[in-house]
């Protein structure tokens, strides 16, 4: 860096100095800025501050109208603009000036410009494209501090819009000879990756320089790029581990300039973003983490200082040596350091034991037996960070011997919790043990009635309504699903017995679902009974109005009998002329219904709650009243996002580009013209309660019901009374069942918790061994994320189409080798592992380079891994055309594929993965409306394999199975064959499915292996043929769009034609037509997900503009379009 760039970036600084005497860095006592702070900070109460502000924000807004304000003085004027809004005063007014101050100042007051734009707007806002021109000629400057400063807001907010017009210039930064020039050039493109990653796609080899950089602080910026990339895309960086080791290695070794060193550590920032890079490219990969190793150590070895930031390094270290393959070395090396981190005195350090510990009990959870007796006392420490912490662990280790004793520890906590945000952490988690690990009904309901109380109305919707589902779906068993719903009945009968007022409004609501579905059920209880209670419900002042529909509906339910009519009538007189509509609505259908009970079976039948539902989702009823309404002169129906678009272009600057020039027959559309699609079957986990959102009232008033005061005349009010009233909702004695009521308080008076322990070691031991239960074998250990090889009391009944069983939870994490490694090292030798997953040599017939160390085998079926495979046979699209003979597994397994399928386009036949003598092997195959996954099951055993079970799930497909009947034996020597359909649900540029395979070996034990299988997006992309009337239709319909400008294959008058052309043939798009330097496409994702695109040469590229009614689709697309024209 030269001398005269350092003098000029160290005076930075005093740049903002409002003083009068230049060159000085401290604010000025007489400066306008200095009388308004101190001014602020001797104010007592909130509201003098207002009156305080609001004068200043009056005067700033006087001088910057003025004609005569100098730049100096409007600078002075944005930093006290600016200090207001930092203060959460709006100051909007000042936001133009702002802008113009960046535009037309000289260097320091461009400076202040920019930076009072950079903190007064966002993103979005409307003003930013103002800048743009500002931005360009700054970019383009020879003068260093105003490149510095463009990039400097181009990497913190920039229209994503307008990427396009700066990102040449800002390539080209990436070449200049200041390094402190590239680094913001590779900070801006981190940020234009982050906002817009497709448009960045065909620079990543300039990111590969940057990591090469001479200077450290240019490398250390493309970090943030590359952690990002391979937080995506693992794989496709593998030989990045070298270099990353090697920066790493000088970088440990102190081969960096003094100035990167933070208290004699060499940059500790540096290492740990280089740490989290490493973890990520080792993960699940022997040959990679074996290049690691060294460095870890010497990483380990040289951090051992006492101080913060070498704590942190160490935490990373832990980290990343339990993410890569293992080593025994470098685990017990990182055991230790958790237990120095746990035993320490030191809060800050405990935590982080805690945190590594949680992290690492994923792997091994055993490690936690060694520190049992200080996690135990961590459960009453008396910081509640580190109790926090303490429940995360235990959440980690729980299994169904010690889920009883964890969510009690749970449930302590939330109830002396006031932090809302740990209060929804919490609730969330004690209900996913509860329907995990339950024990027996009793438990199960007791506890999500104590998490309902606990929780409030804090609680995240998906609980209640994941429970309600799980009462109305009901599990394998008839009778256990009677014996629940009954329980349920009779616990919230006794809870409305006992006074529901300080129940919260979500629990009261589950309540009234449930007794209005299930209180038939209770042989004892008398429907007068609950609608008895449920009218003193409604009576009551705290029920919101919510909370009363939920109550109606459930009354409309029961209403049988004379005195369920008579109580009925009362309801629905009292409630006919409420101001509330919806609660009149209810009021109108308890009226109705309760005086005609033939109607009321049909429409609310007895055990309905599963049945589907056929809804019409067009509305085609309603056709002739639309037809009609049109015909008289009303307006036609506009989609939200029409309207939205159109009141934004009424307040706002129209940046979208011109529509495509069509006639107007093909716009206009008829209602006549319109056909309804066909209903669709849904499943409703509800009887007729469709009421998730709050209703307004009809009164004119405002209503403040439920709104929290924060400010009044004496400032900011703590929040103690609310804290209070919520701390004091008795829990625990309402929420026992009856039977159990006695017993409860009989073991509460028992339990002498005021009065000392004389051996409170020995509680602690015996503490210990009712959370650490279960922990001592692989077999019993259930974690969180992790496979549950117990039976599941709540499992829900498996909902597929197909032969195939698929259910949520069908793939399982492959289990660790830190099992294997850690069994001799650090915890008993004797404890083994259920799963054997050690793979010995594949037979002849299967690939020779087959890795499955653990079971599994990630494919990645991407066009470059193929074509490297076999170039001789791929076609323009990436699938295989023919079959190469030279691959004698290939041809094996493909005299097996169905007929059906045979003559179509197909991949390569891969391994999947291999357990002794059972191989799985998979491809593709392509039609026309449809794409199949072929799995092939190989035993190259003489014996049968028996209890096969073959299950597959993803999270962008949807997955069924072709076959009639699923496979259960396979024989010796045998392939079997399983066809499964794909259809894409959530589109992705890779898209994954995963599986687990499970069988009876020949010795008698259960076996399972996990695998999956990516392929790319353009694999499901079909031609879409349209005309152009029907393109214009559509286009106008679709709201998710992107643009991009891509490479024209040649220059001259064809060169659009031939670029379209490429793109048919590899991604199978259907060009609707070419009108001159205009070009229009369609394409379709398998099964009938439009995505249209328009294409204009514009300064000889070609700006691609994508719309479909899919959100990501678009973004995906556009992916391929770049990839398909540079690999051509």
Request: charged content about 20%; overall charge negative.
């Amino acid at each position: 860096m030269s001398d005269v760039v350092e003098k000029t970036l160290t005076a930075l600084p005093s740049l903002l100095s409002l003083d009068s005497q230049p060159g000085s860095a401290k604010l000025s006592s007489t400066s306008k800025l200095g009388n308004l702070i101190r001014g602020i900070t001797e104010l007592t109460s909130k509201h003098e501050e207002e009156k305080l502000i609001q004068r200043e924000l009056t005067s700033i807004k006087e001088q910057v109208s003025s004609p005569n304000t100098s730049m100096r003085q409007m600078k002075e004027l944005m930093v006290r603009a600016t200090y207001c809004e930092m203060l959460g005063y709006e100051a909007s007014f000042s936001y133009i000036h702002a802008i113009k101050l960046a535009q037309q100042g000289a260097a320091l007051e461009k400076r202040v410009g920019y930076l009072a734009v950079s903190l007064f707007l966002n993103e979005d806002h409307e003003l930013l494209l103002l800048l743009v021109n500002t931005v360009l000629k700054d970019l383009q400057s020879t003068n260093l501090i105003e490149v510095c400063m463009a990039l400097t807001v181009v990497s913190q907010m920039f229209p994503k819009d307008m990427i396009p017009a700066i990102l040449p210039l800002v390539e080209e930064k990436l070449n200049h000879p200041k390094e402190i020039i590239r680094r913001k050039a590779v900070l801006a493109l981190y940020k234009f990756y982050q906002i817009a990653p497709n448009q960045v796609q065909h620079i990543h080899n300039k990111f590969r320089k940057a990591l090469c950089d001479k200077d450290p602080g240019v490398m250390t910026a493309s970090l943030h790029i590359y952690l990002q990339m391979i937080k995506e895309n693992p794989e496709g960086y593998k030989d990045l581990t070298a270099s990353v080791v090697t920066i790493l290695k000088q970088v440990v070794g102190g081969k960096l300039p003094m100035d990167f060193n933070y208290h004699s550590v060499p940059a500790p920032w540096l290492q740990i973003q280089l740490l989290r890079i490493l973890s990520l490219l080792g993960k699940n990969d022997h040959s990679t983490s074996e290049i690691m190793y060294e460095v870890l150590d010497e990483s380990l070895r040289r951090a051992e200082m006492n101080h913060n930031i070498t704590y942190a390094i160490l935490y990373e270290c832990v980290k990343c040596i339990y993410t890569i393959h293992p080593k025994s070395e470098l685990l017990e090396k990182a055991a230790k350091c958790i237990g120095n981190f746990v035993l320490s005195q030191k809060i800050n350090l405990k935590y982080l034991g805690l945190k590594a510990l949680t992290y690492v009990v994923q792997q091994d959870p055993r490690l936690a037996l060694q520190h049992q007796m200080t996690i135990i006392e961590c459960l009453d420490h008396p910081d509640l960070i580190i109790k926090r912490e303490t429940l995360e662990l235990l959440f980690r280790i729980t299994n169904a011997q010690n889920v009883t004793v964890i969510v009690e520890k749970m449930l302590e906590f939330l109830r002396i919790s006031k932090d809302d945000y740990t209060t929804t952490d919490l609730v969330g988690k004690v209900a996913e043990l509860a329907e995990k690990y339950a024990p027996d009904n009793e438990w199960f309901i007791e506890t999500m009635n104590t998490v309902f109380s606990v929780g409030g109305d804090v609680m995240q919707p998906d609980i209640p309504n994941s429970f309600l589902k799980l009462l109305s779906e009901g599990f394998d068993s008839v009778e256990e699903d009677r014996k629940l719903r009954q329980f349920a009945v009779d616990s919230y009968v006794s809870l409305l017995q006992g006074g529901p007022g300080k129940l919260p409004q979500r629990f009261l609501q589950v309540i009234s679902w449930v007794l209005g579905e299930y209180s038939h059920l209770s042989e004892e209880l008398d429907p007068a009974t609950v609608l008895s209670l449920l009218s003193k419900l409604l009576d009551s002042k705290n029920t919101s109005s919510e909370t009363k529909s939920w109550v109606l509906v459930a009354m409309t339910k029961l209403c049988e009998g004379r005195a369920g009519v008579s109580v009925a009538r009362e309801v629905s007189e009292t409630y006919s002329s409420s101001l509330d509509t919806v609660l009149r609505h209810r009021a109108q259908e308890l009226q109705h219904l309760s005086q005609d009970f033939e109607l009321r079976a049909r429409v609310l039948p007895r055990d309905a709650s599963r049945e589907p539902l056929e809804v019409d989702s067009s509305l085609s009823f309603l056709d002739g009243f639309v037809s009609e309404a049109l015909a008289a002169g009303a307006a036609p129906y506009k989609p939200p996002h029409q309207r939205q678009e159109e009141l934004a272009q009424e307040k706002a600057l129209s940046l979208e580009p011109y529509g495509l020039s069509l006639p107007i027959s093909m716009s206009s559309c008829s209602i006549g013209d319109r056909q309804s699609p066909t209903l669709l079957s849904v499943s409703s986990g509800l009887s007729g309660d469709s009421i998730e959102l709050s209703h307004k009232g009809g009164s004119a008033t405002l209503k403040l019901d439920g709104v929290k005061r924060v400010w009044g005349r004496e400032g900011y009010l703590s929040q103690r009374e609310s804290v209070e009233e919520t701390a004091q909702v008795e829990v625990p004695s309402p929420l026992r069942s009856p039977g159990r009521q006695g017993e409860a308080d009989k073991s509460h008076h028992q339990t002498p918790t005021p009065t000392p322990t004389p051996e409170p070691e020995q509680e602690k031991q015996q503490l210990a061994s009712s959370l650490f239960v279960g922990l001592g074998s692989q077999s019993s250990v259930c974690l969180m994320g992790k496979s549950d090889l117990t039976n599941q009391r709540f499992r829900r009944k498996a909902r597929c189409s197909g032969g195939s069983e698929i259910t949520s939870n069908s793939v399982v994490s492959p289990p660790s080798m830190v099992d294997s490694l850690l069994c001799n090292n650090l915890l008993d030798s004797n404890v083994t592992s259920e799963l054997d997953l050690a793979s010995p040599e594949p037979p002849p017939q299967l690939c020779q380079d087959l890795s499955a160390a653990n079971g599994t085998c990630d494919v990645d079926l991407t066009d470059r891994d193929v074509t490297a495979n076999n170039p001789s046979v791929i076609r323009d699209n990436g699938v295989v055309a023919a079959e190469d003979p030279d691959k004698p597994t290939d041809l094996c397994l493909s005299s097996h594929l169905p007929a059906e399928l045979s003559g179509l386009s197909r991949s390569d036949i891969t391994p999947l993965c291999s357990h002794q003598s059972l191989h799985l092997s998979a491809c593709h195959v392509q039609g026309d409306d449809s794409l199949a996954l072929v799995v092939f099951i190989l035993n190259s055993s003489d014996s049968d394999v028996q209890q096969m079970l073959l299950q597959l799930d993803s999270d962008q497909l949807e997955v069924s199975s072709v076959s009639e009947s699923p496979v259960q034996e396979v024989r010796g020597d045998s392939v079997v064959v399983c066809q499964y359909s794909l259809t894409v649900k959530r589109p992705s540029v890779l898209v994954e499915v995963c599986g687990v395979m499970s069988f009876m070996c020949s010795v008698g034990t259960p076996q399972s292996v996990q695998f999956s299988y990516k392929l790319p997006l353009a694999s499901f992309i079909r031609p879409l043929t349209v005309s152009t009337e029907e393109y214009g239709t559509m286009w106008l319909a679709f709201s998710h769009d992107t643009k991009q400008n891509l490479t024209l294959m040649r220059e001259d008058r064809e060169s659009l034609t031939a670029t379209l052309n490429v793109l048919k043939n590899k991604l199978q798009l259907h060009v609707v037509e070419i009108i001159g330097m205009e070009g229009i496409v369609a394409c379709r994702l398998l099964q009938d997900q439009p995505c249209l695109m328009h294409c204009r040469i514009n300064a000889g590229t070609l700006a691609v503009w994508l719309r479909s009614p899919i959100p990501d689709l678009p973004d995906c697309l556009i992916y391929h379009c770049q990839r398909a024209l540079q690999e051509h």
